[in-house]
């Protein structure tokens, strides 16, 4: 039995978030391979709380344009210098239009137990939140096991209005992360990641 899992866990061992990605961008086919797996993940109550969105170049400048204001405005209310604004703008703008392929994942209440008081309510949309983490680890590891290169970009949970606004998305749907998606680059060297320490983060009651 523990040879069985070995190749399981060795794909997730090796998966690495790449950031120096190239093109061209993923066929049609590539894509919706990697959603189909990315939509096996368990879920709530037998539902299915996410939804994709592959985001063309057409509409990438827009989108861009949108997150940044937003961005901004928070970045110059905490009095960050100039300077630093800038350059986190320009770095999220050019993930945003750089990627050769870049997927946006939301969540949805749809089949979620609806509860009058914020204590139950907030569990139940943390499930939906739950289960979209094991959605996109699923897809990460898919294009891992593909040799493709991918990475999430967290910005779409901070300027929600904003992204459904660009993308002319559902109301309901709530955006939660990015997959930039695209080739390795042959000169990229992603960091080696820490060995788990269980002696911090791992304990018995």
Not at 72 to 92: F, I, M, N, Y
Not at 196 to 202: A, C, K, M, T, Y
């Given at each position: 039995?523990i040879?069985?899992?070995r190749?399981i866990?060795d794909a997730?061992r ?9 093109g061209?961008s ?7 391979a990697?959603?189909r797996?990315?939509?096996t993940?368990?879920a709530?109550?037998h539902?299915r709380?996410?939804r994709?969105v592959e985001?063309g ?11 940044g204001?937003a961005w901004?405005r928070?970045l110059?209310g905490d009095t960050?210098?100039s ?13 945003i239009?750089?990627a050769?392929t870049?997927?946006?994942g939301c969540?949805?209440a749809d089949?979620l ?6 204590r139950?309510?907030?569990a139940e ?6 289960s979209f983490?094991?959605a996109l680890?699923?897809?990460l ?13 967290s910005?779409p949970?901070?300027?929600p209005d904003?992204?459904?606004g ?15 998606l695209g080739r390795?680059?042959?000169?990229y060297r992603?960091?080696d990641?820490?060995v788990?320490?269980l002696g ?6």
């Amino acid at each position: 039995m523990i040879e069985d899992a070995r190749p399981i866990e060795d794909a997730i061992r090796a998966r690495r978030s790449v950031r120096g990605l190239d093109g061209p961008s993923l066929t049609a086919e590539e894509v919706e391979a990697l959603v189909r797996l990315a939509l096996t993940a368990p879920a709530p109550h037998h539902t299915r709380p996410w939804r994709f969105v592959e985001i063309g170049p057409a509409r990438r400048e827009a989108l861009a344009d949108a997150m940044g204001a937003a961005w901004r405005r928070d970045l110059e209310g905490d009095t960050q210098p100039s300077k630093t604004v800038e350059r986190a703008l320009a770095r999220s703008r050019g993930r945003i239009t750089g990627a050769p392929t870049l997927l946006l994942g939301c969540i949805v209440a749809d089949g979620l137990n609806r509860y009058d008081d914020e204590r139950r309510w907030r569990a139940e949309w943390g499930l939906a939140q739950h289960s979209f983490g094991a959605a996109l680890q699923n897809l990460l590891l898919a294009a891992s096991a593909r040799g493709l290169g991918a990475y999430w970009i967290s910005a779409p949970l901070y300027a929600p209005d904003e992204v459904r606004g660009a993308l002319d998305l559902d109301p309901t749907w709530e955006p939660q992360a990015f997959v930039a998606l695209g080739r390795p680059r042959g000169d990229y060297r992603p960091f080696d990641r820490p060995v788990p320490d269980l002696g911090s983060e791992f304990t018995r009651r």
